[in-house]
C-alpha cells in the first residue's frame, strides 16, 4: 500500500546501547495523554537556533518532522525509538519551541455526529463504498 | 509520507481480536503507509512469587504494535490501531481506548472462544464495537447469525464477514462499524 517506500530518510540508530536515561536526560515520563499517539507534530520553522545542542535522538526525530505533520505513533514508527522516550523527547523539544504539537482538539468525542459523518464520507469516497 | 498541511484533526479506531486472527494482515491491507509499530514496554507478573516479600515479580516487556493512517479529507485523519486482546495488554487498552471511536473486532469462527476475553476488554473499556468473521479459505463459512449466537452479542452490535486479506470487504466491516456509531446518536 505504500507510495513511500524507500524515500524515507535514513533514520536507523545506531546507538541503541545508549542507557534511556542519557537519551532523555533522566527526564520522568509526562503524562501519557499530553503526547497521545495521534497528537500531529511538525517543526517549528523558525526554531533553528537551539537545534544545535540537541542530542542525536532529539535531532533524528527534529529531521523527521522537519518537512510536515506526522503522528506521535508515526515518529516512534519511524525513529524505532521506544514510544515512552519518543514521548520525552518530545516533550523537550516542545519546551524548547523546537516542534508544534497539534494536540487531538477538540478531543475525538465519540458521541460528536458532525465527526462521525465526516469519518463514513471518508471511508466511502475513499473505497468507493 | 507527510500529512496533508491543512490536516487539523486526527482519530482512531482500534481493531482489536485474539492471537493469530488477523489484525495485522488487516492493518497492512488498509493503511495508506507501510504499516508501522511502535515499541512499549508493558509490566506484567512473572510466574512465582518473591520468597521474602510474597509479592509478584514485575518484569518488563517490550511489545510491538502495528498501526495504520488513512487519510479522510483534507483535514481529517483516521489511525487504525491493532490491538491484541489479552489481559496482559489491558494498560495498553486502557491508553489506546481514551478518544477512541470504537473498535472493530475481528474473530476467527473456528475458535470463537478466544474471542470472549477481547469482548469482555472493549465492554470493560466501554468500546463501542463491531464484529468483523474473518475467513480462512479451506475452512467452513459459518453464517453470520450462528457466530451472533455463539458470542452471545446484543441484537443491535453489527456482525460482518471480514476478509482481511481484501481490501473491499476490510473497508467494508470499518464503514459498517462507523455508521452503528452514528446510528447510535440518531
Ligand atoms: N488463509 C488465510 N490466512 C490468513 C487470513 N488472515 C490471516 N491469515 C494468516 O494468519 C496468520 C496470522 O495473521 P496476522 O495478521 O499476523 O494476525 P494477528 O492478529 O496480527 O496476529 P498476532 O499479532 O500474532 O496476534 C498470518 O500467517 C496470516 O497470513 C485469512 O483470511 N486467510
Ligand atoms: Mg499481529
Same mark, same amino acid.
Given at each position: ?83 515512552? %522516550?519518543? +514521548? ?5 523539544? *516542545?519546551?524548547? /519551541?523546537? $516542534? #508544534?504539537?497539534?494536540?487531538? %482538539?477538540? +478531543? ?5 455526529? *458532525?465527526?462521525? /459523518?465526516? $469519518? #463514513? ?9 | ?186
Amino acid at each position: 500500500m505504500s507510495d513511500e517506500y524507500g524515500q524515507e530518510p535514513h533514520l536507523e540508530l545506531t546507538s541503541s546501547l545508549v542507557p534511556l536515561f542519557v537519551i532523555t536526560n533522566g527526564r520522568a515520563l509526562p503524562p501519557d495523554q499530553e503526547y497521545e499517539r495521534t497528537a500531529l507534530v511538525t517543526a517549528r520553522k523558525e526554531g533553528g537556533a537551539a537545534a544545535r545542542t540537541l542530542s542525536p535522538e532529539g535531532q533524528v526525530i527534529m529531521d523527521l518532522v522537519a518537512d510536515g505533520f506526522l503522528s506521535v505513533a508515526e515518529v516512534a514508527g519511524h525513529t524505532h525509538l521506544p514510544l515512552g %522516550v519518543v +514521548r520525552i523527547l518530545l516533550a523537550q523539544l *516542545e519546551e524548547s /519551541g523546537l $516542534v #508544534l504539537v497539534r494536540k487531538p %482538539v477538540p +478531543r475525538a468525542d465519540p458521541l460528536d455526529r *458532525e465527526l462521525l /459523518g465526516a $469519518v #463514513l464520507d471518508g471511508l466511502k469516497s475513499r473505497f468507493g463504498a | 509520507m507527510y500529512l496533508d498541511p491543512d490536516v487539523l484533526r486526527s482519530v482512531k479506531i482500534l481493531v482489536v481480536g485474539p492471537f493469530g486472527v488477523g489484525k495485522t494482515t488487516y492493518i497492512g491491507n488498509i493503511s495508506e503507509i507501510e504499516p508501522l509499530q511502535t515499541e512499549e514496554e508493558i509490566t506484567e507478573a512473572s510466574v512465582g512469587f518473591d520468597d521474602l516479600s510474597r509479592t509478584p515479580d514485575k518484569t518488563t516487556t517490550t511489545v510491538a504494535m502495528d498501526f495504520g493512517r488513512l487519510t479522510l479529507s483534507e483535514e481529517l485523519v483516521l489511525y487504525i490501531f491493532g490491538t491484541p486482546g489479552q489481559e496482559r495488554f489491558k494498560e495498553m487498552w486502557e491508553e489506546l481506548s481514551r478518544g477512541a471511536l470504537g473498535a472493530l473486532v475481528i474473530v476467527d469462527p473456528q475458535r470463537l472462544d478466544e474471542s470472549f476475553p477481547v469482548l469482555d476488554l472493549v465492554e470493560r473499556f466501554g468500546l463501542t464495537y463491531a464484529i468483523g468473521v474473518n475467513h480462512f479459505e479451506g475452512t467452513t463459512t459459518y453464517p453470520l447469525d450462528e457466530v451472533r449466537e455463539a458470542l452471545n452479542l446484543p441484537a443491535d452490535t453489527p456482525v460482518v464477514a471480514c476478509d482481511v486479506r481484501d481490501q473491499h470487504s476490510a473497508a467494508q466491516a470499518l464503514i459498517t462499524l462507523v455508521q452503528h456509531l452514528k446510528s447510535l446518536l440518531a
